[in-house]
């Protein structure tokens, strides 16, 4: 792999016909005697010109060779399907405008995903929204970590010294898309109440002028800090550098010094200069090394490097992989950290041994989504197996099935736990971030565990310094939605809310319902998101949704009675009536989880603005949703209850906290 | 071998000539060479990817997917700005159009300041899912120009479809990268 200069066949630099014969006929016919009939000369002439127009077509290049050898490019080309970006000049302009397609962290789109819009929106086809400044600055969010303006993506180094919790991020200082990539830079005393901080790392070095990429603190155990990230070089190579704050008693850690010899990691051999990055915290081996993991790619296989070091200045590549699995394409943003079989606190990246597994995560650039997998680390052989193949990382289990990546955990030693940073992109189009002045958000940090009960998942529950942001509450119990309701939920305010819910389907209709071996996805494309109707399903909460429910976002359970009366649960959200206008994403996405006996229908949900988390059943499973609705925002924002399944009645008992902001805001008096 | 025989063979022989000629090489000479024939089928349009990218010196000559992307950004950018500048000129020449040709204004003040910068970046650096975001949005801001044209024709509708079309061509190159 690699861009490789292959050249050509030997170029003769001589432009003409090569084939020689052409003259030699045309003159045997010229000096043809006199005898022979016109039209055999006639003939002779066509032919040669019939040849030399062959010669010509035949792939005659300008360096004078017939190209006889196509020679294969440099680099692997891309072997998956064609996407068709919605709204190509080939798809226009008969179907709904919807967004022009399949971006990062912005979903793909079919033309059957762009249609919807509700009533209300006329043809939806003619016009550009017309979004106006009201409906774009209810877009930013109360209580979610983002700067003051512009392009944020990736957490990076986050970390627990001296008393503050600190965020780094990828950041464009000059415009709401990506590019110009520096480090930005805020602390919290709660992971909750973020001041901004000044920029900690500019790209100033030949190592990182063309990007400060991501990275990853460990932090030793004298209490020195030490910061593994990508550059981007002068020239595009991937390369690792360290950095370590300039003052270790300032506990703001302001300033950053960059290691007089970076990188202090290159490429090795039979790895691409583009398919090397983002360093891992460091972990300790038996031997008393430190130990790192750097995502990368053989082919269309996704691997994990390890390197082994005693003082992050020189390195040790170990033989083989961490792990790798094939057709997963380039691991972005690895992760790698141990998990308590019993639950409870978080551990120590350096933890090891009984009762402890090793969780491996995965970006996948191939299709923006976070994969993990539960396993076994063994440590001697530098290797890592995951406990079911079939479920391996990037083919297996999502951290969430919204929009969430580029995620990274730290330990927080402060309160013994372990906590996941994720960057949550926009579905909404390019131009309006550029007319909004700002892109992205960072997810609510969110403890992650073993999920003891199946011990085959992890947890995620927001910290609970979230609920330091609760203000007023109100409770509903027993509400009642029988089959094809729509019950409002009266609320003060609708745009800024934790709400925790249990829902109960009726129990004798899922006794009664018969068995149907109806095929389930929360997006087939056949599927009408919630307006679909199964007997036992969908059913959940309207959020963000207007009174005459011209705008709605579905978030809802959705129940399959199977073979020998075993009942399936899909957890879904869907935005195909999120908003009226058309440039904005409209899919339904989901997945199945897992509901014990006994267990109730559970979600917590938190709503701020244009992001809404759903957590389900505890944190199995997670939705991130960004949705931007043109009028249910403000005061006209609506919470409903909702029963779409045509046999069973819903019972829910549900509480509402309205939802202080956080006042992020820069640091006071710096 | 009559006359009247032999002179339709000729006249035979002169179409087949002719065909071949035409429907060989592109007029310019340029040929598509594998990589490029072979990255153009993955993309929604065919044949525009593989006139721009011939029609650039870089193109026959590109060792891979990555030079290839960079021809399309180019074109792209060229095709941008001379649509904006025609914007610019039909703000004062249109004026009954002022409404929707403002927003085009707006579009394409879009891609020719964030979108491509974030397009061409993206593809130098290797972290080519930026690079396809820029591509998108660029498709999507020609695309949204020409629909403010709501019940009038719009005077710019060649051009947004040329930059909306070779943006997603762009955009698949670009995917073909990761």
Redesign the interface.
């Known amino acids: 792999m690699?861009?490789?200069?292959?050249p050509f066949l030997s170029v003769s630099g001589d432009p003409e016909c090569a084939p020689v014969h052409d003259d030699s006929v045309v003159d045997d016919a010229l000096h043809r005697p006199q005898g022979s009939s016109k039209?055999k000369l006639?003939?002779a002439v066509?032919?040669g010109?019939?040849v030399v127009?062959?010669i010509?077509?035949?792939?005659?290049?300008?360096s004078g060779v017939i190209?006889i050898h196509?020679?294969?490019?440099?680099?692997e080309?891309?072997v998956?399907p064609?996407?068709?970006?919605a709204?190509?000049?080939?798809t226009?302009p008969s179907l709904s405008?919807g967004?022009?397609?399949?971006?990062?962290e912005?979903a793909n789109l079919s033309p059957q995903q762009l249609l919807g819009g509700g009533e209300g929106s006329g043809d939806g086809?003619?016009?550009?929204f017309p979004w106006n400044n009201s409906m774009l600055s209810w877009q930013r969010t109360a209580f979610h970590f983002q700067p003051e303006k512009n392009w944020m993506n990736d957490p990076n180094g986050p970390l627990f010294y001296k008393g503050w919790y600190h965020f780094f991020y990828q950041y464009n200082p000059n415009?709401?898309?990506?590019?110009?990539i520096v480090w930005g830079h805020a602390v919290s005393r709660d992971l909750i109440h973020w001041l901004h901080l000044p920029l900690a790392m500019v790209a100033d070095q030949w190592y990182d002028v063309?990007?400060v990429w991501t990275g990853s603190a460990t932090i030793l155990p004298d209490g020195k800090v030490m910061m593994l990230y990508t550059g981007?070089t002068n020239e595009?190579v991937?390369v690792q550098n360290l950095a370590y704050p300039a003052d270790h008693d300032d506990p703001l850690l302001l300033d950053w010094v960059k290691h007089p010899g970076n990188p202090v990691l290159v490429p090795p051999p039979g790895i691409h200069?583009?398919?090397f990055r983002d360093p891992t915290t460091a972990w300790q081996t038996s031997e008393g090394k430190w130990r790192i993991t750097i995502g990368s790619k053989v082919n269309k296989t996704g691997i994990a490097l390890i390197y082994d070091t005693d003082d992050f200045v020189n390195f040790e590549l170990k033989d083989g992989f961490l792990h790798g699995v094939p057709g997963t394409?380039?691991w972005e943003c690895v992760d790698f950290y141990p998990v308590a079989v019993a639950g409870g606190d978080g551990l120590d990246t350096s933890a090891n041994g009984a009762g402890v597994r090793h969780v491996v995560k995965a970006s996948l650039?191939?299709d923006?989504h976070d994969y993990y997998a539960i396993g076994t680390y063994d440590e001697e052989a530098g290797k890592w197996y995951p406990d079911n193949p079939a479920i391996d990382v990037g083919i297996g289990i999502r951290y969430d099935y919204g929009i969430f990546y580029a995620s990274k955990t730290f330990f927080d030693q402060s309160k013994q736990r372990r906590i996941l940073w994720g960057w949550i992109g926009e579905w909404d189009?390019?131009?309006a971030d550029?007319?909004k002045g700002w892109a992205s958000l960072q997810g609510m940090p969110r403890t992650v565990v073993l999920d003891t009960k199946t011990g085959s998942n992890l947890l995620q529950w927001p910290v609970e310094e979230s609920e330091s942001l609760r203000l007023r509450s109100k409770e509903f119990k027993n509400v009642v939605a029988k089959p094809g309701a729509v019950v409002p939920i009266k609320l003060e305010a609708a745009t800024q809310l934790d709400i925790v819910a249990e829902l109960e389907l009726d129990k004798e209709a899922v006794d009664r319902v018969v068995e149907s071996d109806e095929e389930f996805k929360c997006s087939s494309s056949s599927s009408k998101g919630a307006a679909h109707r199964g007997a036992l399903g969908p059913f959940g909460l309207l959020v963000l949704s207007e009174e005459t429910l011209s705008e709605q976002t579905p978030v809802y359970f959705y129940v399959v009675k199977g073979k020998n009366a075993t009942l399936r649960t899909y957890f879904c959200a869907d935005q195909s009536r999120s908003s009226l206008a058309n440039?904005v994403n409209k899919q339904i996405y989901g997945s199945s989880v897992p509901v014990l006996k006994g267990e109730k229908f559970r979600v917590r949900m938190l709503v701020d603005h244009s992001i809404i988390e759903s957590f389900a059943q505890g944190g199995r499973s997670v939705i991130t949703s960004r949705v931007y609705p043109t009028k249910a925002i403000y005061g006209a924002a609506r919470l409903f209850l909702f029963n779409n399944a045509t046999e069973a009645g819903v019972t829910a008992s549900i509480k509402v906290w309205q939802m202080n902001s956080a006042f992020i805001r820069p640091f006071p008096n710096l | 071998?009559t006359?009247p025989k032999?002179?339709n063979?000729?006249a035979a022989?002169?179409s087949?000539?002719?065909f071949?000629?035409l429907?060989?090489?592109p007029a310019d000479?340029?040929?598509a060479?594998?990589?490029i024939t072979?990255?153009c089928k993955?993309?929604?349009?065919f044949n525009l990817c593989v006139s721009t990218l011939t029609a650039d010196p870089r193109g026959?000559k590109?060792?891979?997917?990555?030079?290839l992307a960079l021809i399309i950004i180019d074109a792209v950018k060229a095709k941008a700005t001379t649509a904006y500048a025609d914007i610019k000129r039909l703000l004062k020449t249109a004026p009954e159009l002022e409404g929707p040709l403002k927003?085009c204004a707006?579009?394409y003040n879009?891609i020719l300041?964030?979108?491509i910068?974030?397009a061409e970046?993206?593809v130098?650096?290797?972290?080519?899912?930026?690079g396809?975001?820029?591509m998108?949005?660029s498709?999507?801001?020609a695309?949204?120009c020409e629909?403010?044209f709501?019940k009038v024709k719009s005077p710019l509708t060649v051009e947004n479809?040329v930059v909306?079309?070779l943006a997603?061509v762009g955009?698949?190159v670009i995917?073909?990268?990761?």
Request: aromatic share 4%.
């Open positions: 690699g861009d490789h200069n292959q039209s006639l003939l066509f032919s010109i019939f127009c062959l010509l077509a035949g792939g005659y290049d300008k190209k196509q020679l294969e490019g440099g680099d080309m891309g998956g064609i996407e068709m970006p709204g190509s000049a080939t226009r405008r967004k022009s397609a399949g971006v990062s912005k086809l003619s016009e550009d415009a709401a898309v990506w590019g110009d063309q990007g981007s595009s991937q200069h583009k398919d394409g380039m650039d191939d923006r189009s390019e131009a550029v007319r440039d | 071998m006359t032999l002179a063979l000729t022989f002169i087949i000539s002719i071949l000629f429907s060989s090489s000479g340029a040929t060479t594998s990589l072979g990255t993955q993309t929604p349009d026959p590109a060792a891979g997917v990555q030079t927003s707006q579009q879009v300041t964030a979108e910068p974030e970046e993206a130098s650096g290797g972290v080519a899912k930026f396809e975001d820029g998108r949005g498709a999507s801001d695309d949204l629909d403010g709501v479809k909306s079309g997603a955009a698949a995917r073909q990268l990761e």
